[in-house]
């Protein structure tokens, strides 16, 4: 078994040349898992969302994320930002997208609103998972978010066949709700921190 008790990376804002990498992350998080299975679409749709990530007005913006650090590469991003930003955010991001134009936005529900710090995305490159480098992202963020936004709930949504996330979360101190949210055609449930 490894030991991972020395950190060996570092946790930092993105800036906006990484944008490319925030975009890839973004389609990891959304279940593409273009990390390990790289395809056409996949790469589309990542080449479509590197220029949102660059911007400062969408859901995925470079100004919304931290990212992990080792040896100058960067492995892993997390995205989060308040949920009251979120609907207006989501209209601007997926207009942009060719691939989601298609998509009735106003019939689907928000994942985030008014009152909550919502965690977006969190993505680390697979060599570099069971490393802690998820876990200190939101650890990081948890700390930022609890000390700027303390009158906000931190959420996030997790697809119910992630156990390894779920285990993650709990372990954080984020709990299951009774809200479900369905978003790109797929169910998710909302978790909470205590």
């Given at each position: 078994?490894e030991?991972?008790?020395?950190?060996?990376?570092?946790?930092?804002?993105?800036?906006?040349?990484?944008?490319?990498?925030?975009?890839?992350?973004?389609?990891?998080?959304?279940?593409?898992?273009?990390?390990?299975?790289?395809?056409?679409?996949?790469?589309?749709?990542?080449?479509?969302?590197?220029?949102?990530?660059?911007?400062?007005?969408?859901?995925?913006?470079?100004?919304?994320?931290?990212?992990?650090v080792?040896?100058?590469?960067?492995?892993?991003?997390?995205?989060?930002?308040?949920?009251?930003?979120?609907?207006?955010?989501?209209?601007?991001?997926?207009?942009?997208?060719?691939?989601?134009?298609?998509?009735?936005?106003?019939?689907m529900?928000?994942?985030?609103?008014?009152?909550?710090?919502?965690?977006?995305?969190?993505?680390?490159?697979?060599?570099?998972?069971?490393?802690?480098?998820?876990?200190?992202?939101?650890?990081?963020?948890?700390?930022?978010?609890?000390?700027?936004?303390?009158?906000?709930?931190?959420?996030?949504?997790?697809?119910?066949?992630?156990?390894?996330?779920?285990?993650?979360?709990?372990s954080?101190?984020?709990?299951v709700?009774?809200?479900?949210?369905?978003?790109?055609?797929?169910?998710?449930?909302?978790?909470?921190?205590?």
């Amino acid at each position: 078994m490894e030991n991972h008790s020395k950190k060996t990376f570092n946790i930092r804002p993105a800036c906006e040349e990484e944008a490319a990498f925030l975009a890839r992350c973004v389609c990891e998080g959304i279940g593409f898992e273009i990390f390990e299975q790289e395809n056409d679409f996949n790469t589309k749709v990542a080449s479509g969302l590197a220029p949102l990530a660059a911007r400062e007005d969408t859901l995925y913006s470079y100004r919304h994320a931290l990212v992990a650090v080792v040896n100058d590469d960067i492995v892993g991003a997390l995205i989060s930002y308040p949920g009251e930003y979120y609907h207006q955010m989501r209209n601007t991001t997926f207009r942009e997208l060719p691939h989601f134009r298609e998509l009735d936005l106003d019939a689907m529900p928000d994942e985030a609103g008014a009152g909550e710090y919502y965690i977006d995305t969190l993505a680390v490159l697979p060599q570099y998972r069971r490393r802690g480098i998820g876990r200190e992202l939101m650890r990081t963020r948890i700390a930022w978010a609890e000390q700027n936004h303390p009158d906000l709930r931190i959420s996030l949504l997790v697809d119910p066949e992630n156990i390894k996330g779920q285990r993650l979360y709990e372990s954080l101190g984020f709990v299951v709700t009774d809200r479900h949210v369905v978003a790109f055609n797929h169910h998710y449930w909302k978790m909470v921190k205590k």
